[in-house]
């Protein structure tokens, strides 16, 4: 098993929902809580495992708002847990997923030092690295319907821009979405191979000519000389 | 990213003590502490010995859970930082019997010798690839590095071992050559590498975002307030700040001691002002390991608004 994310970045509208959800899941889930520095104070800050960037795509008018989720991309070649001194970053053979195990990282940042995409953050309280489980707890776990098997990020997805599947499954929906809609890799050029992929926004539906009839021309020429 | 203090002091300290280990145990089997009396070899032993258990200390400081620190001697197979702490506990034994060697004049001497001399080059070369190994930092990235510091290394521990020879009347004027070339040769080095870090190439705000065709910015990071990624890999400071930081970089680690070098090779009954070039030279490179990281853009920036590393 290959078990991942696509992201559709065609329909995400940046509302940071996965965030909070995975923040809400987490904070009490296998990792421990995802500590924060001054809440309430003028600069909180804290450990989140997904963040949202917003980006500026092609020049006006022709732009476009972007927004990008980002998390661990569990990647099948994950420095991160190369570079682990310890032995607490690993990687589970059977499904893909990357962990680390608190009660083995000594906070030497290493880890977060070798991830590309800023997925690895420091829990100032604990002083242990934190990052997306994929919710672990919450996938296997058989007390839960079965279609509650799934992340908190892609169940509370108001626009269902994050799929989950598993990505050797070539009939997934994952596999599919991504081979349909020629999903990618983000900075693959680094080769980490990232399993989680984004799906580009689709083209913009071509717009008609529209088509002015000389009386038109006349009438819109007669309105801008009165409305000067 | 973030210059750690307490790791600019280990590379630095420990650098030095593992430089002057190496240098004595190369004296050792080239026979050039043949005339040191059983005391200045052991002092130039120690001394290597402090500075490295305090730069090893100093290293554990920027753990934010040091008490799963015994841990790291885990993954020697893949962690090069593994591989570094292994290293590093493994030549305390064997300096050790190196020193009762010493003492007792063993006849083993040379193999106890070489064996350090071959872990200080060792530890200084698992160390430097901790940041060689990182695809994520192009200006590390580099064979470069791990030929900096062990020239750093052997540049200011040999300086050291100079100082110290001097100073106790024993200095073979010879060596002050070596190490004077030492010297050209690290500079000629870290001005390749300038060039080379200089050169635009490698991920773009376009490959992290996968809009290769089309122009990105940055329009909301997504956060209020810095978060530990802005603090650890955000670090920011003026261009023209760094490059007269290089200059005076420059004139610290590599000028002001090689005209005190030379200066001493001249006229020898000066050379206690070796110690003067040693402690300039430390502080320089103190200054040189900020910049190495300061310099180190993160890819993890183009995420947070850069347009390139």
Same mark, same amino acid.
């Given at each position: 098993?290959?078990?991942?994310?696509?992201?559709?970045?065609?329909?995400?509208?940046?509302?940071?929902?996965?965030?909070?959800?995975?923040?809400?899941?987490?904070?009490?889930?296998?990792?421990?809580?995802?500590?924060?520095?001054?809440?309430?104070?003028?600069?909180?800050?804290?450990?989140?495992?997904?963040?949202?960037?917003?980006?500026?795509?092609?020049?006006?008018?022709?732009?476009k708002t972007v927004n990008i989720p980002m998390s661990c991309m569990h990647c099948e070649t994950a420095d991160c847990v190369t570079v682990c001194p310890t032995g607490a970053s690993?990687?589970?053979?059977?499904?893909?997923?990357?962990?680390?195990?608190?009660?083995?990282?000594?906070?030497?940042?290493?880890?977060?030092?070798?991830?590309?995409?800023?997925?690895?953050?420091?829990?100032?309280?604990?002083?242990?690295?934190?990052?997306?489980?994929?919710?672990?707890?919450?996938?296997?776990?058989?007390?839960?319907?079965?279609?509650?098997?799934?992340?908190?990020?892609?169940?509370?997805?108001?626009?269902?821009?994050?799929?989950?599947?598993?990505?050797?499954?070539?009939?997934?929906?994952?596999?599919?979405?991504?081979?349909?809609?020629?999903?990618?890799?983000?900075?693959?050029?680094?080769?980490?191979?990232?399993?989680?992929?984004?799906?580009?926004?689709?083209?913009?539906?071509?717009?008609?000519?529209?088509?002015?009839?000389?009386?038109?021309?006349?009438?819109?020429l007669v309105n801008r000389i009165i409305n000067r | 990213m973030h210059p750690a203090f307490s790791v600019l002091i280990f590379t630095v300290t420990s650098g030095a003590g593992y430089?002057?280990?190496?240098?004595?145990?190369?004296?050792?089997?080239?026979?050039?502490?043949?005339?040191?009396?059983?005391? $200045?070899?052991?002092? *130039?032993?120690?001394?290597? =010995?402090? %500075?490295?258990? @305090?730069? !090893?200390?100093?290293?554990?400081?920027?753990?934010?859970?040091?008490?799963?620190?015994?841990?790291?001697?885990?993954?020697?197979?893949?962690?090069?930082?593994?591989?570094?702490?292994?290293?590093?506990?493994?030549?305390?034994?064997?300096?050790?019997v190196y020193a009762a060697a010493i003492l007792w004049q063993w006849p083993m001497i040379n193999l106890w010798a070489g064996l350090s001399m071959a872990f200080a080059l060792i530890?200084?070369?698992?160390?430097?690839?901790?940041?060689?190994?990182?695809?994520?930092?192009?200006?590390?990235?580099?064979?470069?590095?791990?030929?900096?510091?062990?020239?750093?290394?052997?540049?200011?521990?040999?300086?050291?071992?100079?100082?110290?020879?001097?100073?106790?009347?024993? $200095?073979?004027?010879? *060596?002050?050559?070596?190490? =004077?070339? %030492?010297?050209? @040769?690290? !500079?000629?080095?870290?001005?390749?590498?300038?060039?080379?870090?200089?050169?635009?190439?490698?991920?773009?705000?376009?490959?992290?975002?996968?809009?290769?065709?089309?122009?990105?910015?940055?329009?909301?990071?997504?956060?209020?307030?810095?978060?530990?990624?802005?603090?650890?890999?955000?670090?920011?400071?003026?261009?023209?700040?760094?490059?007269?930081?290089?200059?005076?970089?420059?004139?610290?680690?590599?000028?002001?001691?090689?005209?005190?070098?030379?200066?001493?090779?001249?006229?020898?009954?000066?050379?206690?002002?070796?110690?003067?070039?040693?402690?300039?030279?430390?502080?320089?490179?103190?200054?040189?390991?900020?910049?190495?990281?300061?310099?180190?853009?993160?890819?993890?920036? $183009?995420?947070?608004?850069?347009?390139?590393?």
């Open positions: 098993m290959k078990l991942g994310l696509v992201v559709d970045l065609d329909t995400c509208v940046g509302c940071h929902a996965c965030a909070t959800a995975c923040k809400q899941w987490n904070t009490s889930g296998t990792i421990g809580p995802l500590s924060d520095e001054r809440p309430h104070g003028k600069d909180p800050s804290g450990s989140w495992l997904n963040r949202i960037h917003s980006y500026e795509v092609g020049d006006s008018p022709h732009s690993y990687k589970r053979e059977e499904d893909g997923i990357v962990l680390i195990d608190q009660d083995k990282c000594m906070g030497c940042n290493l880890c977060s030092w070798a991830c590309p995409y800023g997925a690895r953050e420091l829990d100032a309280d604990s002083g242990t690295m934190k990052k997306c489980t994929l919710c672990v707890d919450r996938i296997y776990d058989e007390q839960l319907p079965e279609a509650e098997r799934q992340p908190a990020c892609v169940l509370t997805c108001p626009t269902s821009s994050r799929v989950f599947g598993d990505f050797d499954d070539p009939d997934s929906q994952v596999s599919k979405l991504t081979r349909e809609r020629a999903g990618q890799q983000l900075m693959p050029e680094l080769g980490y191979n990232p399993v989680n992929t984004y799906l580009p926004p689709r083209n913009p539906k071509q717009q008609d000519k529209i088509e002015i009839s000389p009386m038109q021309g006349v009438r819109q | 430089g002057l280990l190496a240098w004595l145990g190369a004296g050792q089997m080239l026979g050039f502490t043949q005339t040191y009396t059983i005391g $200045l070899q052991l002092t *130039l032993g120690v001394m290597a =010995m402090v %500075l490295i258990t @305090i730069g !090893l200390f100093s290293s554990t400081m920027h753990l934010a859970n040091p008490k799963n620190a015994w841990r790291s001697f885990s993954r020697f197979r893949t962690s090069w930082l593994s591989r570094e702490a292994v290293f590093a506990v493994l030549l305390y034994p064997i300096a050790s530890i200084l070369f698992t160390t430097s690839m901790i940041y060689a190994s990182l695809k994520t930092i192009r200006q590390w990235n580099t064979p470069m590095v791990p030929a900096l510091f062990m020239a750093y290394a052997l540049m200011s521990g040999g300086l050291l071992f100079v100082a110290v020879s001097g100073f106790f009347g024993v $200095l073979n004027p010879q *060596l002050l050559i070596v190490v =004077m070339a %030492l010297v050209v @040769i690290t !500079l000629a080095l870290k001005m390749v590498y300038f060039f080379w870090q200089g050169k635009p190439t490698g991920a773009t705000i376009q490959t992290a975002t996968g809009f290769s065709q089309a122009s990105v910015r940055l329009l909301d990071a997504g956060h209020s307030a810095p978060t530990f990624l802005n603090r650890e890999f955000g670090y920011q400071v003026a261009a023209d700040f760094l490059l007269r930081l290089r200059i005076v970089m420059t004139f610290t680690v590599f000028m002001l001691p090689l005209v005190l070098l030379y200066w001493v090779f001249n006229s020898p009954e000066i050379v206690e002002v070796l110690v003067g070039a040693w402690v300039i030279m430390m502080a320089g490179l103190l200054l040189e390991r900020w910049l190495f990281f300061a310099e180190a853009r993160h890819v993890v920036r $183009l995420y947070q608004g850069d347009q390139r590393t």
